[in-house]
C-alpha cells in the first residue's frame, strides 16, 4: 500500500531507525520521511546521507507534523520518549517502535497513559548487524527477514494495517504474535545467544592465556562470538527490559548445559550422543522446517517462492542400464522409529530412509526424548523407553508433509499422559484427518482439528482409551495403523476390519517387536497392556520409489535395469501386476524374507506396453504408483482405463487433475474421471511445462517420460521430491536419464 501523503517521523536514527528511515525513502512510499535524534550529529549524518527527506530538531514540531511516529530508541528509553509524547496532541497518529522487549513497552505506555492507546502497535524486526550507530544504516536491512507485530486486543486495524504495509515497503515478511509469547520465544532465539556469546569472550578475555586462545580460534569460534561485538548499551537495555523471560531462559539452559557435564563426567556415552545427535538433527530439522514454510508460501509471494523452488529439466531420449538400490520403504521406515523407540532396549534400524518425511518422523521421537543414533549411511539405532517413557515435547511437533507420520502419530499420541500439537507444511495442512479422528474420538481420545477436520491436530494427553470394532469405509492402512496404535494403550481389544486389502507393515513390524497381533482374513486386532521388545530391522528398498524405475526400463527401447533387495510386501505389488498385465518384462530373483518382510531382486527390461483395463482388485495395492503408471499408459498401444481410484484425489495433490493437466500439456489425450483416468497411448510426449503442484511422485513420474519425449520437459514445483527420494537426479542420472535442477524458476 503506497500513501504518498502519509508523513513519517522516525525517532532515533540508529542502525535500526536509519535504516528503516532509508528504505521507506528509497521506495518513495511517503510524502516525507523526516527523522530525529538526541544526537544533533546523527540528524545532520542522516540528512547528508540522503537516508531521510528532512531533518527534525524540535521533536514537538516533528511530531505534530507527522502521521506515523516510529520509536527506534534504546529499550531503557521508551519512557521517556512516551512521557515527552503525552505533552503532543496525539489524535490520528499512528505509533509504533523496533524494541527486542514488548512486554516493558506496554506497560510504559500503560503507566504513562492511563492505558495502552490503540493506535500504538508494538513491533520488533528480525534484522541487525553488529554494528551501530547512523553510519551503519543499510537501506536493504529488513529485505527478506521477519518483523513480528503485537498489537493487543483493541489495538486500531487501520493502525495495524498502516504499520504492516510499511514495513513490507521495506522488504520484510510480517508475522504478528501476542505480547508475552514474543518476549518469551525471543528470549530463547536471539537474546540468550547473544548473552552466551558475550559471557563466553568475556570469561575467555580474562585468561591468562588470552592471546593463544584467540590466536588459535577456529571459524566456529568466530561465528559464535561475532555477536559479542553488538551495542553493548542495546543488549544491556534488553537484559532488563525483558528480566524474567531471559532469567527463565538462561536457566533452562543452565540446566542443559549441567547435563551435558554430568555426562562427561560419569562417561556416559550414549546420553552425550543423545543430546549431540539431538542438537545435530534439530539444526537440520529447524533449516527444512524454515525452507519448507518459505517454499509453501502463497503464490502472492512469488519472490519468496523462487528463491526456494526447483525446476526439473528432462532432456528428452535415452535408455536406463545397470544396477539401482533405491531408497528404503517409507512406510516402514516410519513405524521402525515409532515402534523402536516405544520398545524396551536398543532396535537397530538398516536402510532407514533419509528423507525429509521419514526424518520429520525421527525428529518428533528426538523431541519427545527418545535418544536416537543416526542416520548414518542409512543405520538408525534407537534406545527405547518403553510403552510410557515419551516425553512432552517442548512445542509442536512439525512433521512436514508426511501424512502417514501424522495419522499414525495421532493414534499413539492420543494415548499419552500429556498434550501434544501435530502440524505440518502448508501441503499437509490442506489433508483431511477425520478419517482416524472419528475412530480416535470414539475411543475416548480428545482431539482438536482445524476447520473441516485439517491440522494441526490438538491432542489433550491423560484420556483413557478403550478398544472399538471399527468397519473402515475404505482400505486405508493409515487408518488401521492408526487405530492399532491406539489400542496398545486402550483397555480391551481393538480391531479393524477392512473392505479391501491393505498393507500390513504394521502387523508384521508389531510381531517382530514381540507384540502380539491377531489376523483373521480381513479383521485384525490387539488388546491393550502389551510391551514392545527392541528387535533389529533391515529396511526393504522402496517398491514405489522402484516403480519409477520399472516403468522407465519398460518404456525405452534397450533398457536393462536391475533392482535389488526391493520390498514385496504382497499389499504393495499392484505395480508388478499391473506392469505385466501391459505386457512388461519383469522378474523376479533372490527372494526371501527380512525381518517379516518379504524382498527381492526386480529386472525390468524393455518391452512395448499394451492399453489395459486396470483391474479395480489391483487398486489398493498400486494406489501410490498411479502417477508413473499413467506415464506407462501414456506409452503404451491403445487405451488404458483407470476406475476405483478416488483416493488419488486427496494425496499430496489431486493427482488424478494434476496427471491429466500434465499429460495433456505434453499433447497426450488423458481424461480425468472422477474416480480415475482414460488415458489414449502410443505417441511421444511433446515438449512442454507441467505442474507438479509440489507432489514429489508427479515431478518424478513426468521425469520418466522424457525417455520418450519428442523435446524438453519443465516439471515446475519439484523441492518436495526429498520428501521420499533423496537424490533422485543424481540415481536417475546415473541409471540413463538426461536429468538436472533448475535452482530456481524464472
Not at 540528524?43 to 531533518?55: C, F, Q, R, W, Y
Not at 502521521?67 to 512521557?83: E, S
Not at 516493558?104 to 541487525?128: D, K, M, T, W, Y
Not at 545435530?280 to 512469488?302: G, K, V
Amino acid at each position: 500500500m503506497k500513501d504518498k501523503s502519509i508523513n513519517v517521523l522516525v525517532l532515533g536514527l540508529g542502525l535500526i531507525g536509519g535504516s528503516f528511515a532509508a528504505a521507506l525513502k528509497a521506495k518513495r512510499v511517503c510524502n516525507e520521511v523526516a527523522g530525529f535524534d538526541r544526537h544533533r550529529d546523527s540528524v545532520d549524518i542522516a540528512v547528508e546521507t540522503g537516508l531521510i527527506d528532512s531533518p527534525c530538531y524540535d521533536l514537538q514540531e516533528g511530531v505534530s507534523r507527522a502521521d506515523v511516529i516510529m520509536l527506534a530508541v534504546p529499550m531503557l528509553a521508551m519512557p521517556a520518549v512516551l512521557r515527552q509524547l503525552l505533552a503532543v496532541p496525539l489524535e490520528d497518529k499512528v505509533i509504533t517502535d523496533v524494541g527486542s522487549c514488548k512486554g516493558s513497552l506496554v506497560e510504559s505506555a500503560r503507566q504513562l497513559f492511563g492505558e495502552v492507546p490503540a493506535s500504538l502497535v508494538p513491533g520488533h524486526p528480525i534484522a541487525g548487524s553488529e554494528k551501530s550507530g547512523v553510519t551503519a544504516a543499510q537501506v536493504d536491512l529488513f529485505k527478506g527477514h521477519k518483523v513480528i507485530l503485537t498489537p493487543l486486543p483493541h489495538t486500531n486495524a487501520h493502525a495495524i494495517g498502516l504499520v504492516k504495509s510499511l514495513w513490507q515497503q521495506c522488504g520484510a515478511h510480517v508475522d504478528t504474535m501476542a505480547v508475552a509469547h514474543h518476549d518469551e520465544v525471543l528470549a530463547l532465539t536471539s537474546h540468550l545467544p547473544h548473552f552466551l556469546a558475550f559471557s563466553l569472550v568475556d570469561t575467555l578475555a580474562g585468561n591468562r592465556e588470552n592471546q593463544e586462545i584467540f590466536r588459535y580460534a577456529a571459524g566456529g569460534f568466530r561465528d559464535f562470538t561475532r555477536i559479542a561485538g553488538s551495542d553493548p548499551t542495546m543488549w544491556h537495555d534488553i537484559a532488563l527490559g525483558n528480566r524474567d523471560a531471559v532469567l527463565q531462559a538462561l536457566d533452562r539452559f543452565t540446566e542443559g548445559l549441567e547435563g551435558l557435564r554430568n555426562a562427561i563426567i560419569n562417561k556416559d556415552s550414549q546420553r552425550m550422543l543423545g543430546i549431540f545427535e539431538r542438537a545435530s538433527t534439530a539444526r537440520r530439522h529447524f533449516t527444512s522446517l524454515l525452507e519448507r514454510r518459505a517454499y509453501m508460501t502463497t503464490l502472492s509471494d512469488s519472490k519468496t517462492m523462487n528463491e526456494v523452488q526447483q525446476t526439473f529439466v528432462a532432456q528428452p531420449g535415452g535408455k536406463v542400464s545397470g544396477e539401482l538400490r533405491v531408497p528404503g520403504d517409507k512406510s516402514v521406515s516410519h513405524r521402525s522409529i515409532m515402534l523402536g523407540a516405544l520398545a524396551e532396549g536398543e532396535t537397530v534400524v538398516d536402510g532407514f530412509l533419509e528423507g525429509e518425511d521419514a526424518m520429520a518422523t525421527l525428529q518428533a521421537f528426538r523431541d519427545m526424548g527418545v535418544d536416537i543414533e543416526g542416520p548414518h549411511d542409512g543405520r538408525v539405532t534407537i534406545h527405547g523407553v518403553g510403552m510410557h517413557g515419551l516425553q512432552q515435547p517442548p512445542g509442536p511437533l512439525y512433521l512436514g508433509n508426511a501424512g502417514t507420520a501424522m495419522r499414525l502419530m495421532s493414534g499413539l499420541m492420543a494415548a499419552q499422559s500429556f498434550d501434544v500439537t501435530l502440524t505440518g507444511d502448508t501441503s499437509l495442512s490442506g489433508r483431511p484427518m477425520n478419517r482416524v479422528v472419528k475412530p480416535l474420538l470414539e475411543m475416548g481420545a480428545a482431539i482438536e482439528t482445524s476447520e473441516g477436520g485439517r491440522p494441526p491436530l490438538v491432542i489433550k494427553g491423560g484420556q483413557k482409551l478403550s478398544g472399538i470394532h471399527y468397519d473402515l469405509p475404505v482400505a486405508s492402512a493409515q487408518v488401521q495403523s492408526c487405530l492399532l496404535l491406539a489400542g496398545l494403550y486402550a483397555e480391551g481389544e481393538t480391531s479393524t476390519v477392512a473392505p479391501g486389502i491393505v498393507r500390513d507393515h504394521t502387523n508384521r513390524m508389531l510381531s517382530g517387536f514381540g507384540y502380539p497381533v491377531a489376523v483373521d482374513g480381513d479383521r485384525v486386532s490387539v488388546c491393550g497392556g502389551g510391551k514392545l521388545t527392541a528387535t533389529k530391522i533391515d529396511v526393504p528398498a522402496d517398491i514405489s520409489s522402484a516403480a519409477f524405475f520399472m516403468v522407465a526400463a519398460s518404456i525405452a527401447e534397450g533398457s536393462d535395469l536391475l533392482l535389488p533387495h526391493v520390498g514385496i510386501n504382497p499389499t504393495r505389488t499392484g505395480v508388478l501386476d499391473i506392469l505385466r498385465l501391459m505386457g512388461a518384462d519383469i522378474s523376479l530373483s533372490n527372494e526371501k524374507l527380512v525381518g517379516g518382510e518379504p524382498v527381492a531382486d526386480i529386472r525390468v527390461r524393455y518391452a512395448p506396453l499394451k492399453g489395459i483395463e486396470i483391474p479395480e482388485h489391483l487398486v489398493p495395492l498400486a494406489i501410490d504408483e498411479f502417477p508413473v503408471l499413467f506415464v506407462a499408459a501414456a506409452c503404451a498401444g491403445g487405451e488404458t482405463i483407470l476406475r476405483g481410484a478416488e483416493e488419488l484425489r486427496v494425496k499430496e495433490s489431486d493427482r488424478i487433475q494434476a496427471m491429466a493437466d500434465g499429460l495433456q500439456a505434453l499433447g497426450i489425450d488423458a481424461e480425468a474421471l472422477p474416480d480415475g483416468m482414460i488415458v489414449k497411448g502410443g505417441k511421444p510426449f511433446a515438449a512442454g511445462t507441467v505442474e507438479s503442484h509440489g507432489d514429489h511422485r508427479i515431478a518424478m513420474a513426468f521425469a520418466v517420460a522424457s525417455l520418450q519425449a519428442q523435446g524438453v520437459i519443465r516439471i515446475k514445483d519439484c523441492a518436495n521430491v526429498a520428501t521420499s527420494f533423496p537424490n533422485f537426479v543424481r540415481l536417475a542420472s546415473h541409471v540413463g536419464l538426461k536429468l538436472s535442477v533448475e535452482g530456481q524458476d524464472e
